[in-house]
């Protein structure tokens, strides 16, 4: 993210942005994360601020509320509009002899290219192995299954879907199950009173 | 020369380190016990802001002890006053377990800089888990009271995933306040403690994580009971409910996340199994992989 729009985010919170900004800016949320968390983090450094000059808090919430009803009334994507992807197999049968010979001059300055590469890192490698090695494992290995299998947890970890919605008695379930969680097994210190005041709320 | 130079420079920073990291990784650990005993044991009444995930709350905290038992209240500010209805179910927070030696194998305690919260200055410290098991946990402590001022959790890519912060905050020490805390009350509504699984056993957990309660819980809306199996690092836990056949089902199998809380529900021999717990998705689905029927 650059200064500018970190700017843009700033004027956004204060209320200072005209039309276009605020447009502008509502368009880059809905595409970079990294931009939404810095906005929570000014919001919330703003809500402090403001409670430390002894301003009642809560007062650029109603601000977020906004953005949220906004960004949560952009027309979503319809079936009708998804254009499908083309077939690989047509794809295959339309190539030229000229995308070919393209392709092929592709692999090859890929190939160059990652020699190239490989060659400059062999011969920088530090005098020291051992000692960087060292440095950057931690103090202590415990063992660990997901240390043994980086790729299978990534993996795993993309097929866990985030469920938006959920039905009525799904919601109704699931509720009553992290109330008796908070009150039975969380352990963190002050955040399980908070935890369960808000759901309660919910 | 140089090299020398350089080795013997390298030796005596490793003999520094060597001899500073235990003793700070102690301060840090005793820092942590101290503030699990203080928010026991300390009166204090104080306004906090509370986010999670990208939502925002302000509650007004209070705390106190009476003849030994804690009475505490947590309202939403955002709410009114109504909201007050809250803390008609008092949850105590007297389970708070000290420093345990299997947290210490899965978290690197660090102790960092001091910051100024709410008007009152606080040292960081840092529980930085050893594998991607667990979030990172960032307290700011008051060296003299030991009153805990701010909290995060932050996942793997560095994102506060939630975060806690006092904006006000008063401490009165009570009268009868000790060095422990007081005597846990025994509390009428909890449920009954079942012996140690057989039916229900785990292959292999997560590295620091063990079965620490088997409770069973009446169902819901008249259902029969379930079982919450509470599994613990030291720093972090894991509630998994398993509900019997025929219990109101949910979908296949879920993921859902609402800050740090994160609830998996998938389907074991034939059971509802659901898992709660202040730990990332993936570590509740590796729990419920290796959660095997016996019987």
Known sequence: MNTSKEEFLSAFIDDESGEFERRRLLDELKKDDALGQTLSRYAFIGETMRASKGQPMGQGVSLLSRIQEELADEPAYEQDNVVPMPARANATVTTSRVQAYRWFGMGMAATVAAVAVGGLLFFNQPTTPDASMAAALPASAPVSVAATTPTMVADADTRIQQVGRVDPQTRDILKQYVEKHVKYASTTVIAPSIRAASYAND | MLTIKHTVSIAVLAGVLAWSTPSLANEAGDLLAKMRNAVHTLD??????????????????????????????????????????????????????????????????????????????????????????????????????????????????????????????????????????????????????????????????????????????????????????????????????????????????????????????????????????????????RISENLQYAR
């Open chain 2, 44 to 285: 204090y009444t104080g306004t906090l802001v509370y986010s999670q995930g990208n939502e925002l709350s302000n509650y007004q905290i209070s705390h106190t002890v009476e003849n030994g038992a804690e009475k505490e209240s947590v309202v939403r500010l955002a709410q009114g006053a109504s909201a007050s209805d809250a803390d008609a179910e008092s949850f105590s927070l007297a389970k708070f377990q000290q420093v345990q030696p299997q947290m210490e194998a899965v978290y690197a305690l660090d102790l960092g800089g001091q910051e100024f919260v709410a008007n009152r200055s606080c040292q960081i410290i840092v529980a930085r888990p050893r594998d991607k098991m667990r979030y990172l946990q960032r307290y700011c402590i008051e060296p003299e009271t030991g009153m805990l001022l701010k909290y995060s959790l932050v996942d793997r890519s560095h994102r506060t995933v939630e975060q806690l912060m006092f904006t006000t905050l008063d401490i009165a020490v009570p009268a009868q306040a000790t060095a422990l805390p007081p005597p846990v009350q025994p509390n009428p509504a909890m449920p009954a403690a079942l012996p140690p699984a057989t039916d229900w056993v785990f292959a292999s957990l997560p590295a620091g994580f063990q079965q620490v309660q088997d409770l069973r819980q009446e169902g819901i809306n008249g259902q029969p009971p379930i079982r919450q199996i509470i599994l613990s690092d030291g720093m972090t836990s894991v509630s998994v409910f398993i509900a019997p056949p025929g219990a109101p089902s949910m979908l296949d199998s879920i993921g859902i996340s609402s800050g740090a809380m994160n609830i998996y529900a998938t389907e074991v021999a034939q059971h509802q199994v659901t898992l709660v717990g202040e730990v990332p998705a993936l570590t509740l689905q």
